[in-house]
C-alpha cells in the first residue's frame, strides 16, 4: 500500500513540475537523479542567521500550508534527513545583481529547500513557484494528503519588468474588502505587483473622503438594477438607491497593508474630469450645467458612441475645469488620498472626457481666451496640469490614460496607455514613463470566447491574442516602459466569481508577458501549463475560463454560399459537428476542411474532444446568427 501511495504522488509531482507560470528565466532537473523532497509534517522551515526579513517571510510561509492537520515548525535543522527536512530561507549577504530586488533562486534536494534572494520581495516569489512545484490538490485547503512531492531543482528567476499590473474596477460592481484581498492573493501567486484600484466612476463612488461626506453618503449608491449594463431602466422619482458600497479609510489602510505584505502596491484611480457623475450627484454644483436633479448611474444609457470612437454625452459627467471650487474639491479629495496609499502614483483618468458641455459654458468659454487656449483638449491640458501641481504637492506621481497626451502632456505625468500602443509610444518619445495596457491585448472584460456562451459585450480578446502582448515596441528606448497590466472593466461582471472566469487564464499571459524573457514565449508550452493551473483553480473551487477548449467559428460568403470555418486556439484538439439538429460527438462528423451551411432553419453545433473525450463547452448557433458573422 506504501508504495502504491508513494508511485501516485510521485505520478503527481512528475506532472506538477515545470508548470510554473509565469515561466521562470531557467529551470533545471538533475541529470543523474530523479529525487524527491516529501513535503510532510516533519518539515520545518528556517532562516539563515535568523535574519528578520527572511524569518517573515518564513512564517508567512509556514501559516500558508497546513500539512495533514498542522501547521509547519520553525526551527534550526543542523543535519537534514528524511526524518527531519527544513525549507530554508536566506537573504543573501552579498546581493547578486543577476537577482535585482524581486529575483530569486530556489533548489530542491531530497531533504532541503533552499530559497535565497536579495530581498524579501525574492523570498516572497520563490514561494509562489515553490508552491506551483507541489501537486493541485494543496490549493484545497479541505484537503489533507499529509505528503505534498516535489521534484529535484534549481530556478534561477526574476522579473522582466517593475510594473507587472491587474486593474479592478469597483465602480461599476462594489467588491467587498474579503473579495479584493482575494483578489489581491491570486495576483501575488503569478507574481503580479501592482493593483491599480480604480475607485470611483459614474457608477459609485468607493472610497471615504472624511471633509466630503456627500461622496459616500450619494455616491456610493445607486438604485438596484439588473440586466445588461447600458440597457438599463433610469431611477424613478423618489426610488431608494439601495446598491452599493464603499471602503471607509480604516479598511483602505487594512487593504493596503495586506497587499503590502504580498509584495503588491496599490495605485489608487479618482477618475477626473469625466466619468465623475457619482461625485456630480454628490455635489452638483461642480458641473457646468449645476443640474440639481442628478443620481449615480445605474448602467442605463448615457452616451450616444459612433463608429469612429467619438461619442456624445446625454447626461453630463464631466467637472467644470473654470469653476476653482473643483481644484478646491480636488485637492481635498487629493490630501487624504495621498495619505492613505504609500505608493508613488495616484492615477486621475482622464479618459472619454467629454468636452461639450465646456463648449457650450461661458465660464469655460471665459477661461479659454484669457488663457490663449486653442480648443478644449488645450482646455483639458490645463486642467490636467493644475491637477498634476495638486498631486504634486501631495508628495505623488500623476499617472494617467493616454487622453492626457491631449493638447499637451503634464511636465512630469506618467501615461498608461490604453487606445493602443499608440499613446504609449507618443509619451515614451517625449521621456516620459508608461504602462502599457492596450485593449488590443489587455482588456480582461472583452469576450473570451464565442458569443452565443458568454455575457455579450462589444469586443473579443481570446487568451492567445493575449499571450502576443508585448510591452515594448521596437521604435521606443525601453527604459520610459514601466511594464504592463490587464483592465478587468465591470459593467457586465455581477459578481466575484465572474470577475475571476473573466480574469483568468487571460492574467497567466500578461504575467508571462511581463516576468518571463521575451525569448521563453511558447504558445504550445503554454496551453500545457495553463491547463495544469486549470486544475488549480478547481481544487481550490475557484472559477476560471476554459474557452481555450472550444471551437473558433468563423464565417464568410462564397459566392451565394454560406461557409463555415472551425479552428480551435489549443492544438491537438479534433472538432465535430452537425447540422440536422442532432447533438453532436465523436461519432458526428469530423471537421477537415470548410464547409457549406445549407439554406433553411438550419443550426450548426460543434463540439471538441481529445483522446476520445468531450472537452470544450458545446456551441450551438442558428443560421440566422450566423449569417450576421459575415464580415461585410
Known amino acids: ?233 433610469n431611477p424613478k422619482e423618489g426610488e431608494p438607491a439601495t446598491y452599493g458600497g464603499f471602503y471607509t479609510q480604516d479598511e483602505i489602510k487594512e487593504v493596503v497593508k495586506y497587499a503590502a505584505e504580498r509584495n503588491v502596491t496599490i495605485v489608487p484611480e479618482i477618475d477626473v474630469p469625466g466619468h465623475s457623475m457619482a461625485a456630480l450627484a454628490a455635489y452638483p454644483e461642480l458641473s457646468t450645467k449645476k443640474d440639481l436633479k442628478r443620481y449615480v448611474n445605474p448602467g442605463t444609457r448615457f452616451a450616444d458612441w459612433k463608429d469612429d470612437g467619438t461619442f456624445k454625452m446625454l447626461i453630463e459627467n464631466t467637472l467644470n475645469p473654470s469653476d476653482e471650487k473643483v481644484y478646491e474639491f480636488l485637492d481635498k479629495v487629493f490630501t487624504e488620498v495621498a495619505a492613505l496609499f504609500p505608493n508613488k502614483y495616484i492615477h486621475i483618468g482622464g479618459d472619454e472626457a467629454y468636452h461639450g458641455y465646456w463648449e457650450e459654458d461661458a465660464g469655460c468659454k471665459a477661461l479659454m481666451q484669457k488663457n490663449n487656449l486653442k480648443n478644449t483638449h488645450e482646455l483639458q491640458s490645463y486642467f490636467v496640469k493644475r491637477v498634476e501641481k495638486i498631486v504634486n504637492k501631495k508628495g505623488k506621481t500623476l499617472l494617467g490614460w493616454d487622453e492626457i497626451l491631449e493638447g499637451g502632456l503634464a511636465p512630469n505625468a506618467a501615461v498608461m496607455s490604453w487606445r493602443g500602443m499608440k499613446g504609449g509610444i507618443e509619451a515614451a518619445k517625449q521621456k516620459h514613463d508608461v504602462v502599457m495596457s492596450p485593449t488590443t491585448f489587455a482588456y480582461l472584460d472583452y469576450m473570451q470566447g464565442d458569443p452565443s456562451v458568454e455575457v455579450p459585450i462589444y469586443s473579443s480578446l481570446s487568451l492567445k491574442k493575449t499571450y502576443q502582448f508585448e510591452a515594448v515596441p521596437d521604435s521606443v528606448d525601453a527604459k520610459y516602459i514601466l511594464g504592463g497590466q490587464g483592465n478587468l472593466w465591470t459593467e457586465q461582471i455581477q459578481n466575484y466569481r465572474q470577475a475571476l472566469y473573466m480574469t483568468y487564464p487571460r492574467a497567466f499571459a500578461i504575467a508571462e508577458s511581463v516576468w518571463s524573457p521575451k525569448e521563453k514565449k511558447d504558445w504550445d508550452n503554454f496551453t500545457s501549463r495553463t491547463e495544469s493551473h486549470f486544475m488549480r483553480f478547481d481544487a481550490a473551487n475557484l472559477k476560471v475560463s476554459k474557452a481555450l477548449f472550444d471551437a473558433i467559428i468563423k464565417m464568410k460568403m462564397d459566392g451565394e454560399k454560406l461557409m463555415c470555418e472551425l479552428s480551435t486556439e489549443m492544438n491537438g484538439l479534433e472538432i465535430y459537428y452537425t447540422i440536422d439538429e442532432s447533438i453532436p460527438d465523436k461519432f458526428s462528423t469530423k471537421y477537415t476542411e470548410p464547409f457549406e451551411i445549407p439554406k433553411g432553419d438550419v443550426i450548426l453545433k460543434v463540439v471538441t474532444y481529445r483522446n476520445g473525450q468531450p472537452l470544450g463547452r458545446s456551441l450551438q448557433i442558428k443560421r440566422s446568427d450566423l449569417e450576421r458573422r459575415v464580415k461585410k
Open 1 to 233: 500500500m506504501r508504495k502504491t501511495l508513494l508511485f501516485l504522488l510521485t505520478s503527481f509531482s512528475v506532472f506538477a513540475q515545470n508548470q510554473i507560470i509565469p515561466a521562470p528565466v531557467n529551470y533545471e532537473m538533475p541529470k543523474s537523479s530523479f529525487g524527491t523532497f516529501m513535503l510532510d509534517a516533519r518539515t520545518s522551515v528556517d532562516a539563515t542567521d535568523d535574519n528578520p526579513d527572511a524569518k517573515r517571510i518564513a512564517e508567512f510561509f509556514a501559516n500558508t500550508f497546513i500539512i495533514g492537520s498542522q501547521k509547519m515548525v520553525f526551527k534550526k535543522v543542523t543535519t537534514p534527513s528524511f526524518q527531519d527536512k527544513a525549507i530554508i530561507f536566506t537573504i543573501n549577504k552579498t546581493p547578486d545583481a543577476q537577482l535585482g530586488n524581486e529575483g530569486y533562486t530556489l533548489e530542491v534536494n531530497e531533504f532541503t529547500i533552499k530559497i535565497n534572494a536579495n530581498k524579501p520581495a525574492g523570498l516572497f516569489y520563490g514561494i509562489q513557484t515553490l508552491r506551483q512545484l507541489m501537486p493541485a490538490q494543496a490549493e484545497n485547503k479541505d484537503f489533507q494528503m499529509g505528503l505534498y512531492p516535489i521534484m529535484n531543482c534549481k530556478i534561477t528567476d526574476y522579473p522582466r519588468f517593475g510594473w507587472r499590473g491587474l486593474m479592478l474596477d469597483v465602480s461599476r460592481h462594489f467588491f467587498t474588502k474579503e473579495e479584493v484581498k482575494s483578489y489581491i492573493d491570486l495576483m501575488a501567486r503569478y507574481k503580479f505587483n501592482v493593483l491599480h484600484w480604480h475607485l470611483t466612476d459614474d457608477n459609485g463612488w468607493r472610497i471615504e473622503i472624511k471633509s466630503l461626506p456627500k461622496l459616500t453618503e450619494i455616491g456610493a449608491w445607486r438604485v438596484q438594477r439588473f440586466g445588461h449594463f447600458g440597457n438599463r431602466e
